[in-house]
């Protein structure tokens, strides 16, 4: 399984970008998918998750109500639109599929490659 994020950039803040993983090698349908960031010097820190059906989805605090996940099962990719983009949203994106559906690195086997946005101020 391969997965290929892409869609980041540098932005102003109050902007937008949209993400997109999409995954190659075998159907991810039945996994949930996630996206998880890294800023420099830091961990990874999860961002946002949404189950195989995508009736479940949840969101770290910091960016609920400016990021949207979303998934299209026949295209097996999978989204993260961000409004209002802050600068502390700088970072290194990577998107994860797993069996799973969790806020954990644990719960993702599978990892794209990172995509970087930074937020100008």
């Known amino acids: 399984v391969q997965l290929q994020a892409s869609g980041g950039g540098l932005v102003q803040a109050g902007g937008s970008l949209r993400l997109s993983c999409a995954a190659s090698?075998?159907?991810?349908?039945?996994?949930?998918m996630s996206w998880f960031r890294q800023g420099p010097g830091k961990e990874r820190d999860f961002v946002a998750a949404?189950?195989?059906?995508?009736?479940?989805?949840v969101y770290q605090h910091s960016v609920k109500g400016r990021f949207t996940i979303s998934r299209d099962i026949a295209k097996d990719t999978t989204y993260l639109q961000m409004n209002s983009l802050k600068p502390e949203d700088t970072a290194v994106y990577y998107c994860?599929?797993?069996?799973?559906?969790?806020?954990?690195?644990?719960?993702?086997?599978?990892w794209g490659q990172g995509t970087q946005v930074t937020v100008s101020s």
């Open positions: 949404i189950d195989w059906s995508g009736s479940n989805i």
């Open positions: 090698g075998r159907t991810l349908s039945s996994y949930a």
């Open positions: 994860a599929a797993g069996r799973y559906y969790g806020v954990g690195t644990s719960h993702y086997d599978y």
